[in-house]
C-alpha cells in the first residue's frame, strides 16, 4: 500500500486499498482501519485537520489493528 505523506502533528502519513485505512503516526506505530470506505479516506486525506478528523470519523467507528512492520 502507498502511503501519502500528510502535515499534521501526530500523522506523518495514510493510505488506502480495498476498505483498509493504513495510518503511519508521528511515533512510528501504523494501524489498520478496516471497512473505511474510499470516500472516507478521500475527505481525511483533504481535510485541513487531520487529527481532528481521525479522532472524530476515524478512531471511535472502525475496528482497527496495529501493523506488524
Known sequence: MIL???H???IDAIG???NILRIKFTDGSIYDYEGVS??????????KSKGHFFRRYIKP??????HSK
Open 4 to 6: 501519502k505523506l500528510v
Open 8 to 10: 499534521s502533528t501526530h
Open 16 to 18: 488506502w486499498e480495498e
Open 38 to 47: 474510499k470516500g472516507t479516506f478521500a475527505r481525511f486525506l483533504n481535510t
Open 61 to 66: 467507528k472502525y475496528k482497527h489493528k496495529k
